[in-house]
């Protein structure tokens, strides 16, 4: 469960959130709602003007980044110098979990990953796999995921398998997309205009 | 006609004039034996090795900083970077003095410690350290600025602070950018001359004892240390040129190949 109540701004952008996401949630907004600025706030990387962000239960709101439990996966976000094994298992590394080998081809099967190679010179859509189940394998206590599912080709069916394993290991998903359409493949949707959330079901 | 261009290719000519003519009367018209004697190399090579290891002392020591600066918003830092570029070279040099000077208790301290920066290749390579850092900085700090953040930011989710984001997400991802500015920083301690004539006019350590740095013996040929010292300061002039103008070259060559 994360639960943010907050208000940040970004320049001149607003934000004021309230949103409850437990299991998977779909923020939903058009471009400039404030989607990013609103996951980037429950991460860690903007300062909250007032308010607080609790996960799993312990208020993080002046934690660091690194000690939230919350990742934070865009388009961006691939290691590009590492190989596609090494990158799956780098975050787990990190945190000292041990690394089980049928769970990682599950995921690695589960999530479409038949390939392997130097991330950096895989194609959008092959890095944000990788991304995508790098941070599944982690085990962090919840995942953001700002357009990181944009360029996938079976986007809905990924985001629906992708729910499931994350389920299965107890970490929350939210994640961001411009239609509310979106809110089926979640157990919440919230859509945010002008930087102000509302909850839709 | 392209005038911005014109006038740009212009002024860099001017720049570059004196050079020109330097290498052309030091290695033509005034071209003299006593400009490239073993001695005037043994200095250029000490210049070149005590450069080179304060490059790496540039890089081992702050690219922390350039990161820290890229990434943070630390405006204090970022202006005590440029106090040593703002000072005359040959103040840093007293300073360095003063610091390891037996007359102060901050200089009897290092001394006991066995750290002696007068006349030394140590006290040489901080001297170039002091130089360079800033320049190596100023190189560092645009390069991961123009660096898309979000995977240091999907590494800091996952529990990696901003050392170990720095160590294993950006530098192996930043070779050509690294080897840049080091060899920027290190073409910039080639050519330093007032702080070093001061605190190491000469070092008198294994394997340059009684060596010169190659722009403190440039000086001294100037100054008459030999007769027809001039001749010989300006082919020793151009000889350093010869030397230093590949690791300029090589540095901007990586400069373009990390954008």
Redesign the interface.
Known sequence: MIEARLRAHAGHFRLAAQVNCSGVTCVAGRNGAGKTTLLRAMAGFLKLDEGHVIVGGLDVTRLPVEKRGVVLVTPGSAIQHLDVDSHLIWGRKLVGKRIQEDQVSKVKSELGIDFGGRVGKLSLGMRERVSLATALLAEPKAILVDEAFASLHDREEFIMAYGRLLVGARIDLVFSSQVASDGKLGDNLYLIDEGVTTRSN | MNWLRAVSIAAVVLLLIPIAVLLYYGLGPFRSPAGYTAAVFRSIELSVVASAVAALIDFGLFTPVAYYLARGNDAIVESLIDIPVGIPHPIIGVALLILDSPLTPTGQFLLFLGINFFNTILGLVVALVVMSAPIYIKAMQPFFESR?A??E??????????M?TLVS?VL??SVSGVVSASLIAMSRALGEFGSISIIAFYVLQYPFYGVSPASVTIFQLFNGAIPGGLNAAVTASAAMILVALPITVAGHFFRRRSR
Do not use: H, V
């Open positions: 898309d979000s995977a930011e999907f590494a800091m989710g996952l529990g990696a602070s901003r170990r997400i192996p991802d």
